[in-house]
């Protein structure tokens, strides 16, 4: 689930600049935030250490072709970003790192065994977050197992990248990683525009906004990049890909609303504990979903839209889906029509739309979440009467 991972870990540079400063830091807080800190620190330092500018890569004789094409494309998407999508221009996504491993970090969320709502862990910089990143998966798994023991349901998933926000500029910037070089064309220049996103506009606290921003930004850029700068066939693959995920997202929307709707009929005291009615509410909008799942899965194959390979992660994150793993996918889809149609109401202006979101993240989280609603394609309205978007 590629377009479905939550990709930011900026909490550890609150105390990024040297390890005194990361260790002054954490030193009041307990022991299991400190080695925390410091995983993250160290995790992140290697990975930055081991970037190298693109033009040297492609400067080497004895690069791999297939590798020196995908860093020309990641040049080109670089530059087109700036150019054409109005996002930074700054020492990220201008090197590249070849990772000994299959992701850049592994996360985890948590949610109750009755509510959507994710558990969240607080840090500097970034406030509270729905998610927790580690640079390897053993450490990923040991805090998921403390979660279960705590009660709640866990996910653990692959992120093939994270953006620091632009706090890394000064060391080189944030760098493609060889965990999503290889990816097809269109996935792979969505996920550049995705990370870019975040560097425009972050508020603290609110991974909904921050997430469904910056995927509106990819979905908007990607076609905007297929349209003006991609091959036919580079088009027709991603058409195909994209088509099956409008599929699965409207899947799983459906089957959110349906659990959330289970847990809304509930008393506080029957959502507390194991009851019965709430359980079987639940456990027939899960085999429901994973019946349809069945149903598009084959439909997909018969059609030639997919391999069986191709919904291999696909097959994994279905067979294992609880709250937690529904709960992190709305932080990335469910406000993603309020951003597009503030683009709509910003005239399809890159910098005028970039702008209204920078002054929605800068409000009140309750006066966002308003406009954000006034947003959504049910309303005409929109966000100007809250002072949010500027009339074409």
Known sequence: ???????????LLACLGATVALCGCAS??????LGYYWQSFRGHMSLMNSAKPIDD????????PALRERLELARRARRFAVDELALPDNASYHRYAQLERSAAVWNVVAAPPYSL????????????????????????RAEAQRMQQAGLEVSVYPVPAYSTLGYSNWMGGDPILSTFIGWPE??????????????????????????????AVERLGVQQ???????????????????????????????????????????????????????????QAMQAFRDHYAQLRERWIREGHAQPGQLAALDRWVRDANNAAFGAQGAYDDLVPAFLTLFEHEGRDWQRFHAAV????????????????????????????LGFSRAP
């Not at 890569?57 to 791999?64: E, H, M, N, Q, Y």
């Not at 709502?117 to 990923?140: K, M, N, Q, S």
């Not at 996935?187 to 469904?212: I, K, M, P, W």
Request: aromatic share 10%; glycine share 6%.
């Open 117 to 140: 709502r994710l558990h969240t862990w607080c840090f500097p910089v970034t406030g509270c977050i729905g998610y927790r990143g580690y640079f390897a998966e053993a450490d990923a």
């Open 1 to 11: 689930m590629k377009y479905l991972i939550p990709r930011s870990l900026p909490h």
């Open 358 to 385: 920078k002054r929605m993240a800068r409000a009140d989280g309750e006066e966002r979440k308003a406009a954000l609603e006034e947003l959504m394609p049910a309303s005409s309205s929109g966000a100007r009467s």
């Open 186 to 215: 269109g996935d792979f220049v969505r996920l550049l525009f995705h990370e870019l996103a975040h560097q425009v506009a972050y508020a603290s606290g609110d991974t909904g906004f921050n997430e469904s921003y910056a995927t």
């Open 225 to 283: 990049w297929l349209r003006e700068q991609s091959t036919p066939a580079a088009q027709e693959e991603f058409n195909a890909s994209e088509q099956r995920r409008a599929e699965f997202r409207a899947l799983t929307r459906s089957t959110r609303e349906a659990l959330e709707n289970v847990y809304r009929s509930a008393a506080p005291a029957q959502a507390s504990n194991d009851h019965p009615a709430l359980a079987a509410g639940k456990q």
């Open 57 to 64: 890569w492609i400067g080497d004789p004895a690069l791999k």
């Open 28 to 33: 009041t807080m307990e022991d299991s935030t």
